[in-house]
Nanobody, 125 residues
Framework: QVQLVESGGGLVQAGGSLRLSCAAS????????MGWSRQAPGKEREFVAG????????YYVDSVKGRFTISRDNAKTTVYLQMNSLKPEDTAVYYC??????????????????WGQGTQVTVSS
């Protein structure tokens, strides 16, 4: 089994920044891709950013392009989400995800196998 542990959420004013971290542990394997989804109250879960662990290709949903940056560590077991210029509409529970198999050259936006418990991000206006 794989455990994904998120950290770094919190309360920030609009225009501020937060950095989320997600560390994978447990079953020894290297994720093919990792990413972040978010879910705001009353809304569907949305995949916002992803990264291929081999190659480093990244994906961002349009609403966060230019503001969020996803990265990984050299051991390829931790992924980060740097969130700048935060807006009230970024308020959500952010979930880390890991996909253990992927043969495509782009970043998968679905089909993730493991999920973290979520971390709350609240942006005040």
């Amino acid at each position: 089994q794989v455990q994904l542990v998120e950290s770094g959420g919190g309360l920030v004013q609009a225009g501020g920044s937060l950095r989320l971290s997600c560390a994978a542990s447990g079953r020894t394997f290297t994720s093919a891709a990792m990413g972040w989804s978010r879910q705001a109250p009353g809304k569907e879960r949305e995949f916002v950013a992803g990264i291929r662990m081999s190659g480093g290709n990244t994906y961002y949903v349009d609403s966060v392009k230019g503001r969020f940056t996803i990265s990984r560590d050299n051991a390829k077991t931790t992924v980060y989400l740097q969130m700048n210029s935060l807006k009230p509409e970024d308020t959500a529970v952010y979930y880390c995800a890991s996909r253990w198999s992927w043969s495509g050259k782009d970043v998968p936006t679905s089909g993730y196998n493991y999920w973290g418990q979520g971390t709350q991000v609240t942006v005040s206006s």
